[in-house]
């Protein structure tokens, strides 16, 4: 495998870096860099460190590293995780409040340390913050329980005090959105099955609209809805295929959608398979409205969702005499 980082990758503009990857030769992954300067979104670290992960001991390599910005790659502990020797040497400073470094979670216990860690970053007041953390952490427990990923999930964070963003990068290597959703819907292409599980009240535990109580098919459609509401992007990638909600114009009217397909978006296929899942979000946490509002909005259309799927369901239905 092989991947260039250029100097610059955020969700925005991370179409070239998905199409650099080369995966003909599965055993190795060769990195290569801008000579300059880099400056990346987390979940480009988290893909990295998600796929070193899967290979043997001295089967990643980075060219030269010569970029001024690669001791960022070092405190947020890639090379480390990657198994690889930098050769940079950085003085460390206490991250709490500004970023949480790559981190693997596999238990339950991985998954709260690390949804403590985050809560600092949030700089926000508990109301907020809680909604937040439930998503993130259904986001987690998600690969835990049905991605069947044998190094569970790559997670790092990133707060920039300029632009009061919170980055975040969840990735794993398991056995990916569409083989999740058939266990229970049908889906005959990855972006029809990322469609599906950024529908409300779709999971791949049962058939059932709306879900069970312990696993509802909310977590990615909340999150989508919070980044469309502050005008943030949000990707999910898996399979051959990437979904990428774009920023809505500004002033523009919000409206939330149950259908993912009609949100302001891009989608493609045929990019380098990933094996596995990778969500990648920007969240804005200016109190730009009613946070409340927000959530009413976003269980309204959950719900309208819900029903309107199960009616569906039953018109279509063909009983036999």
């Not at 970029?67 to 003085?91: K, P």
């Not at 693997?104 to 913050?129: K, Y």
């Not at 809805?225 to 979904?243: C, E, K, Q, T």
């Not at 804005?284 to 309107?308: C, M, P, Q, W």
Request: hydrophobic share 40%.
């Amino acid at each position: 495998m092989q991947c260039h980082i250029s100097n610059s990758v955020f969700i925005g503009n991370i179409d070239p870096f998905l199409a650099s990857f080369d995966m003909s030769d599965p055993s190795q992954l060769l990195i290569t860099t801008h000579d300059r300067w880099m400056s990346v979104h987390p979940v480009v670290l988290t893909m990295l460190a998600a796929k070193g992960l899967t290979l043997k001991k001295g089967a990643v390599h980075f060219d030269t590293v010569t970029a001024a910005s690669a001791g960022y790659f070092e405190r947020m502990r890639l090379f480390d995780m990657l198994g690889v020797e930098s050769g940079i040497t950085i003085t460390e400073s206490d991250p709490s409040g500004r970023f949480i470094p790559l981190t693997q979670v596999r238990t339950a216990d991985e998954q709260t340390r690390f949804i403590t860690d985050m809560m600092p970053l949030l700089h926000l007041e508990p109301s907020r913050a809680e909604a937040i953390r439930y998503v993130v952490s259904e986001l987690l427990r998600n690969v835990l329980e049905h991605s069947s990923s044998p190094q569970g999930a790559i997670v790092a964070a990133q707060y920039h005090k300029k632009s009061n963003i919170i980055r975040l990068g969840i990735t794993d290597t398991g056995v990916g959105i569409k083989q999740t959703i058939n266990r229970s819907h049908r889906a005959w292409s990855d972006v029809e099955a990322i469609r599906l599980a950024l529908t409300p009240g779709v999971t791949g535990t049962t058939p059932r609209e709306g879900g069970t109580r312990d696993n509802a098919g909310a977590g990615l459609f909340f999150i989508k809805s919070i980044a469309a509401n502050n005008r943030n992007f949000f990707m999910l990638y898996s399979g051959d295929a990437v979904y990428k909600l774009l920023k809505r114009p500004a002033h523009s009217t919000i409206r939330l959608y149950a259908d993912p397909s009609r949100d302001r978006h891009s989608e493609k296929s045929n990019l380098p398979y990933w094996q596995g899942t990778v969500v990648g979000i920007d969240l804005t946490l200016d109190d730009t409205g009613e946070f409340k509002t927000l959530l009413n909005a976003i269980n309204a259309t959950y719900s309208s969702a819900v029903r309107a799927r199960k009616k569906a369901r039953y018109k279509n239905a063909r009983f036999e005499p």
